[in-house]
């Protein structure tokens, strides 16, 4: 069962970046579609973006323009740059990957956004 370890999140100010990575602790090169999700409080999980094997990617409304997907396959890692950060992208975002069966969720990594 691959595993999940997500890193890079922290406190940034309106207009700031950060970037996430997620390693997984097996090979996600068969995973034909890998995703970043997040979940603010009190609100469900929800799909931000997803990058597929051969790097396609999709973005929800609120993220299109400001985050980039990617994945290091050799590395095992995804990558999420988020970029032009907003206080409504404050959440815990997890990576995972899109479909089902779903590997056993990450502990995921704090973003807040806020002066």
């Known amino acids: 069962q691959v595993q999940l370890v997500e890193s890079g999140g922290g406190l940034v100010q309106p207009g700031g970046s950060l970037r996430l990575s997620c390693a997984a602790s097996?090979?996600?090169?068969?995973?034909?579609?890998m995703g970043w999700y997040r979940q603010a409080p009190g609100k469900q999980r929800e799909l931000v973006a997803d990058?597929?094997?051969?790097?396609?990617?999709n973005y929800g409304d609120s993220v299109k323009g400001r985050f980039t997907i990617s994945r290091d396959n050799a590395k095992n890692t995804v990558y999420l740059q988020m970029n032009s950060l907003k206080p409504e992208d404050t959440a815990v975002y997890y990576c995972n990957r899109v479909g089902v069966p779903k590997f056993v969720w990450g502990q995921g990594t704090q973003v807040t956004v806020s002066s």
């Open positions: 097996g090979s996600i090169f068969s995973i034909p579609i």
């Open positions: 990058i597929s094997s051969s790097s396609r990617t």
